[in-house]
Every structure is written in structure tokens, then in C-alpha cells.
């Protein structure tokens, strides 16, 4: 079991940044980020391996990078150039299978074993 802690939302004008953090209580092979806006379902936006290999959602690609640190289980998301329509509550993700990447699978909710509880997001016009 593996738990998943998202930090680093807030309320941020329109143009900037923000970085989120994602600590994980244990190693996992595939961490991702996903949002979501009531009455929506939730969106893929990035996942990265293990080894580094990432795939992007083509909303934000250019715009927000996921890095991670395998020594401190943790991911990132690096948001710049931030919309007032990339509010939402955004929420790590992680699996321990070993996959590769370029699955279907990384785009999809159900393709992640554990979730962590969100963290909201605000950008302001």
C-alpha cells in the first residue's frame, strides 16, 4: 500500500506558476497527475516512469513538466503560463507495476492503483 500526499496549491494569477509536490510513502513505477473540475471527469495531464521517460496530455504540454526524485519518492509538476480554465483539483497518482509508459493505460484513472486526496488550484482572471 502506498500513500500519496499532494502539496503545493493555491491561488495564482493568470501567467504564473506554481509548483505541486507529490510524496509518496513508498517506490512506485509510474506517478502521474490527473485534475479534475466538478461534474467532469477527471483529466489526464502527465505521467513519468520510474526512469524518467514522460508522456504529456497535449493541453499542457509546453506548459506544465513532471519531474521526480527517486530518493525522496516524490513527483512534481511544474505549472507555468497558468489559464483561469486550469483551475481544478489536481491529484497525484501512482502504480508499481512495471509498465511501460506508452501504454493506454497512463491516461486513464483506472489505470493507477493509488491516489492521493487533491489539492486545489485557483488561478484567477
Known amino acids: 500500500q502506498v500513500q500519496l500526499a499532494e502539496s503545493g496549491g493555491g491561488l495564482v494569477q493568470a501567467g504564473g506558476s506554481l509548483r505541486l509536490s507529490c510524496a509518496a510513502s513508498g517506490s512506485s513505477y509510474v506517478m502521474g497527475w490527473f485534475r479534475q473540475v466538478p461534474g467532469k471527469e477527471r483529466e489526464f495531464l502527465a505521467a513519468i516512469s520510474y526512469s524518467g521517460n514522460t508522456v504529456y496530455a497535449d493541453s499542457v504540454k509546453g506548459r506544465f513538466t513532471i519531474s521526480r526524485d527517486n530518493a525522496k519518492n516524490t513527483v512534481y509538476l511544474q505549472m507555468s503560463s497558468l489559464k483561469p480554465e486550469d483551475t481544478a483539483v489536481y491529484y497525484c497518482?501512482?502504480?508499481?507495476?512495471?509498465?511501460?509508459?506508452?501504454?493506454?493505460?497512463?491516461?486513464?484513472?483506472?489505470?493507477?492503483?493509488?491516489w492521493g486526496q487533491g489539492t486545489q488550484v485557483t488561478v484567477s482572471s
Open positions: 497518482a501512482a502504480d508499481s507495476a512495471r509498465r511501460s509508459i506508452y501504454g493506454d493505460y497512463v491516461r486513464r484513472s483506472n489505470g493507477y492503483r493509488y
